[in-house]
């Protein structure tokens, strides 16, 4: 697995940062690329950008299958606030 800014390795875990912006937090889901195809998440009603999402089983395949953390990062200009 080729490292970049947007997947991490952690033993047979992969880690996925999923930069979102303040118009992307009315989605309903989001998409990430994965060796499996894109995959389809759902964002909870309400997320904790400090705690990652979990989806079991679709991490790095050895002999053990990990999990696929997502860590939601909240990333945006403030002057798209609208009071």
């Known amino acids: 697995m080729k ?4 997947w991490e390795k ?13 118009k992307g937090l009315s989605n309903e ?9 894109k995959l389809s998440i759902k964002y909870p009603l309400q ?4 705690t990652p999402l979990r989806i079991k089983g ?3 395949k050895r002999e053990r ?10 990333k945006f200009n403030r002057d798209e606030i609208s009071n």
């Open 47 to 50: 997320f904790d950008t400090l």
């Open 3 to 6: 490292k970049d800014f947007t």
């Open 10 to 22: 952690l033993g047979d875990d992969l880690i996925y940062y999923n930069v979102v912006d303040y």
């Open 65 to 74: 299958v990990g999990d696929l953390y997502v860590k939601n990062v909240v």
């Open 29 to 37: 889901s989001f998409e990430i690329p994965h060796p499996d195809g």
């Open 58 to 60: 679709k991490g790095y």
